[in-house]
C-alpha cells in the first residue's frame, strides 16, 4: 500500500496529519516544562525572601541547616515508649537480661585469655571486699562528719564556717558604719560594779579626766584622729594625725591614714590610742559620745580650755564636751 502510493505520486490518507500531531505534542510538553521550571522559580523566590527576613533577625543562623531548627525529642514520649516495650516483654514471658548473651569475637587466642583474667581479677576483688565487710559487721565506726576547719596562726584550729560568718558579719558592719546616719547606737561594754568609765569635768575649769572615754567603740570612719602612743607598737607616730579608713569591730581597732607627704597607712591601731581632733578650720563634726552619737552636725564654737564646743542638730543648739565629738572629714 505505502509502495503503490509512492508509485504514483500521491500521500497515503492521514500522513500529513501525523506530523503536526506529533509537533503539537512536542509544543505541550515543552510548556508543560516551563510552566514546572516557574514553579520551581517562584518556591525558591519564595524562600529566598523568607531567608532574608530572618537573617535580619537571626543574622547568619537563618541559613544554616534546618536540622537544627528540628523538633526536640520529648524525653517523656522516650521513656513512655520503653515502659510500653518493657511490659508487653513481661507479659509475653521474654525477659531481655535472661537472654543468652552474645558472644564477643576475639582477634587472638591471646586477647581471649587476657579478657578472661581481667573479669576474674574483678570478681575475685569483689568477693573479697563482701567477706571483709561481713567479717567486720557493725564493729567498722561510722565515720563522723567533721566541719572544715584549718589550723590558725598559734596551731589552733579554726572553724571555716563561723570564720566565714564574723567575716559576712565584720563586712555588713563596715557597709553600715560607711553612712553615719544608719550607725545603730553604740553597744555599752559591760564595767564592773564599783569601776566608773567616765567621771564629771572639774567644777573649776571644766578639763576633761582621762577616764572619761568608755569603753564603747566610738571610732567610725573618716573621723580625724590622733595617734598617742610614747613607748608602744606605734610610737614612730606619736602624736602624728590622720583619717580613720577602716574598722574592724571584732579587734576594736582602726586602720588611720597618717597625713602629711608620703601618707603612711597605720593598720590595727588599737581605740585605746586614738584621740578625737577638732581643729580651729573644722566645720563639721561627728557626736562619738552620749545620747547623740553616731550623728553629724554642724561646729558652732570649741573651746579647749572648757572643753566646750556648741553644734547645731537640726534647729536646735547643743553644747557638748570637746572630747565627745571628732572632727569628720
Known amino acids: 500500500w505505502l509502495k503503490a502510493h509512492r508509485s504514483a505520486g500521491t500521500k497515503p490518507p492521514g500522513a500529513g496529519t501525523a506530523m ?21 522559580a517562584a518556591l525558591l523566590l519564595r524562600d529566598a525572601r523568607s531567608r532574608a527576613e530572618l537573617a535580619e533577625e537571626e543574622g547568619s543562623a537563618a541559613y544554616l541547616s534546618e536540622a ?40 587472638s587466642e591471646e586477647q581471649r585469655a587476657a579478657t578472661a583474667l581481667d573479669g576474674e581479677f574483678l570478681r575475685r576483688a569483689r568477693e573479697l571486699r563482701e567477706a571483709g565487710s561481713r567479717a567486720t559487721g557493725s564493729r567498722t565506726p561510722v565515720a563522723v562528719a567533721r566541719k572544715r576547719q584549718r589550723v590558725g596562726s598559734a596551731g589552733v584550729l579554726v572553724d571555716v564556717a563561723a570564720a566565714e560568718e564574723e567575716a559576712a558579719r565584720q563586712a555588713e558592719e563596715d557597709v553600715a558604719l560607711a553612712n553615719p546616719l544608719l550607725r545603730p ?24 579626766a582621762p577616764e572619761q572615754l568608755t569603753d564603747a567603740m566610738w571610732v567610725s570612719r573618716k573621723l580625724r584622729v590622733r595617734v598617742v602612743d610614747e613607748a608602744g607598737e606605734f610610737r614612730g607616730s606619736h602624736l602624728k594625725k590622720g583619717v580613720v579608713t ?27 590610742l586614738l584621740e578625737t581632733v577638732v581643729s580651729r578650720t573644722c566645720k563639721r563634726v561627728e557626736i562619738v ?6 550623728l553629724l552636725a554642724e561646729l558652732l ?8 564646743a556648741v553644734v547645731r542638730l537640726g534647729e536646735e543648739e547643743v553644747e557638748l564636751l570637746l572630747d565627745d565629738v571628732c572632727e569628720f572629714i
Open 20 to 40: 503536526p500531531a506529533a509537533r503539537g505534542l512536542a509544543g505541550g510538553a515543552a510548556a508543560g516544562g516551563d510552566e514546572e521550571d516557574r514553579r520551581v
Open 68 to 107: 537544627k531548627r528540628a523538633p526536640r525529642v520529648s524525653g517523656r514520649l522516650l521513656l513512655a515508649e520503653v515502659s510500653q516495650v518493657r511490659s508487653f516483654n513481661r507479659r509475653c514471658g521474654v525477659d531481655a537480661a535472661a537472654l543468652p548473651p552474645q558472644e564477643r569475637v576475639y582477634a
Open 185 to 208: 547606737p553604740p553597744r555599752e561594754a559591760p564595767r564592773a560594779p564599783c569601776a566608773k568609765s567616765r567621771r564629771e569635768p572639774p567644777a573649776g575649769n571644766g578639763a576633761a
Open 246 to 272: 577602716r574598722v574592724t569591730s571584732a579587734r576594736r581597732s582602726a586602720d588611720v591614714e597618717l597625713e602629711g607627704e608620703g601618707s603612711v597607712l597605720l593598720r590595727n591601731v588599737p581605740q585605746d
Open 289 to 294: 559620745r552620749g545620747p547623740h552619737s553616731s
Open 301 to 308: 564654737e570649741r573651746n579647749p580650755a572648757g572643753n566646750r
